[in-house]
């Protein structure tokens, strides 16, 4: 049984895909594909983007640490914007990639893909809003099915953490391939 949400109200800058990224990632392990998290120092007063992070894999005890001096960082693609590891709620969709950050990132998506109205936020819309970025697609009522069900599967394997990826796990992405795919990189 699906329920639908008859409303969904933007909660514009709240949501970002920035201040998503302040609760722990979920990434694919570069060691044994299976889930770990990358989480931010929150003892620092650095801004969100820059503090630093460290990725935990708790299945085979992996431990990376980055840190924003002289790196950089990507927003926008399918990968964790700190370590270039991809994440672990990705996911096809007619043809497209569905992805997620975290539960909160994929709570939002499902929220707005169930609603039956769709309401900019309270100053009418922002150009910070990740729901006004998201692809045509998604918005599409015609998808709407498929989307969810695709939350659905994502919200699964959330719930099913110690299972390894299904797709091989790669090296981290080269530049040219991020911005191939439309990314952006923030110095």
């Known amino acids: 049984m699906r329920v639908r949400a008859p409303r969904f109200r933007d909660p514009t800058s709240d949501y970002s895909l920035y201040n998503l990224a302040l609760h722990p990632i979920d990434a694919v392990c570069p060691r044994c594909a299976a889930h770990a998290l990358v989480i ?4 620092t007063d650095l801004l969100p983007t820059s503090r630093p992070r460290r990725l935990v894999c708790r299945p085979c005890g992996h431990t ?6 002289g790196r950089s960082s990507w927003w926008g693609a399918a990968v964790d914007p700190f370590f270039q590891q991809p994440l672990w709620l ?8 569905l ?3 975290n539960r909160e990132h994929l709570t ?3 929220e707005y893909v169930a609603a039956d109205l769709r309401e900019r936020g309270p100053y009418g819309g922002c150009s910070m809003s ?11 009522a015609g998808n709407r099915a498929d989307v969810l069900a695709a939350v659905a599967r994502l919200r699964a394997r959330l719930d099913d953490p110690g299972r ?7 090296h981290p992405a080269r530049q040219t391939d991020l911005r191939r795919r439309g990314a952006h990189e923030l110095r």
């Open 40 to 43: 931010a120092d929150p003892a």
């Open 64 to 69: 990376a640490t980055w840190s924003s001096p």
């Open 90 to 97: 990705t996911t096809t969709v007619r043809g497209h990639r």
């Open 99 to 101: 992805w997620a950050y």
């Open 108 to 110: 939002l998506l499902g």
């Open 130 to 140: 990740m729901i006004e970025k998201l692809p045509a697609w998604i918005k599409s």
């Open 164 to 170: 390894a990826a299904t797709r091989r796990v790669r």
